[in-house]
């Protein structure tokens, strides 16, 4: 089932998500449809407050760019309550885009190396250092689960900008290839 996305202004992408218990009904299936959702709008993750529920569960899907990164061959995995615990000293900045901001694209300075906490999609326990555009990803989705959106992470300068894009969005104009709920 393809859920529709919601876009910025929607409340729930400003709420902190919680952390699920083990025993959450029905979690493969929500899983598998934030993968077909996710997929569907040829994005490369998705945070469940995405979708309207403000719980600690993310989908990654990289396979798209394994052309020119074959480690990412196949790679679709989902996050259960990930939580990142220790970052680098340092910061790159990337171009992103997100799934629930369409039309905007910006540069955002992240630390480059994450140690992140979560359980996979058997609920195994994880707790590991990643680097790299997966690193990248993470911080991105994981910040949706703190309320946050790429765009609070840009420049005061870039973000006047952004400003009346923004608040179109917020006013429902959006136009995109995917279902949305703004
Ligand atoms: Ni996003």
């Given at each position: 089932?393809?859920?529709?996305?919601?876009i910025?202004?929607?409340?729930?992408?400003?709420?902190?998500?919680?952390?699920?218990?083990?025993?959450?009904?029905?979690?493969?299936?929500?899983?598998?449809?934030?993968?077909?959702?996710?997929?569907?709008?040829?994005?490369?993750?998705?945070?469940?407050?995405?979708i309207?529920?403000?719980?600690?569960?993310?989908?990654?899907?990289?396979?798209?760019?394994?052309?020119?990164?074959?480690?990412?061959?196949?790679?679709?995995?989902?996050?259960?309550?990930?939580?990142?615990?220790?970052?680098?000293?340092?910061?790159?900045?990337?171009?992103?885009?997100?799934?629930?901001?369409?039309?905007?694209?910006?540069?955002?300075?992240?630390p480059?190396?994450?140690?992140?906490?979560?359980?996979?999609?058997?609920?195994?326990?994880h707790?590991?250092?990643?680097?790299?555009?997966?690193?990248?990803?993470?911080?991105?989705?994981?910040?949706?689960?703190?309320?946050?959106?790429?765009?609070?992470?840009?420049?005061?300068?870039?973000?006047?900008?952004?400003?009346?894009?923004?608040?179109?969005?917020?006013?429902?104009k959006?136009?995109?290839?995917?279902?949305?709920?703004?």
């Open positions: 089932m393809i859920y529709p996305i919601y910025y202004g929607q409340p729930v992408l400003r709420k902190v998500a919680e952390d699920i218990p083990l025993d959450y009904p029905n979690l493969q299936e929500l899983i598998d449809n934030m993968y077909e959702t996710m997929f569907r709008a040829d994005g490369v993750g998705l945070a469940a407050p995405q309207g529920l403000a719980i600690r569960v993310v989908t990654i899907g990289l396979d798209a760019l394994s052309e020119d990164n074959p480690e990412f061959k196949g790679f679709k995995r989902a996050y259960i309550n990930p939580h990142i615990i220790e970052t680098s000293d340092d910061e790159v900045a990337m171009e992103e885009g997100c799934l629930s901001v369409p039309g905007i694209h910006e540069s955002v300075k992240r480059s190396k994450i140690r992140v906490v979560y359980l996979d999609e058997q609920l195994q326990p707790d590991e250092w990643v680097e790299g555009f997966l690193a990248r990803v993470m911080q991105h989705e994981f910040d949706h689960l703190d309320g946050h959106v790429f765009v609070d992470r840009v420049s005061p300068i870039r973000r006047q900008l952004l400003k009346s894009k923004l608040i179109n969005l917020t006013k429902g959006v136009r995109c290839s995917y279902k949305t709920k703004s």
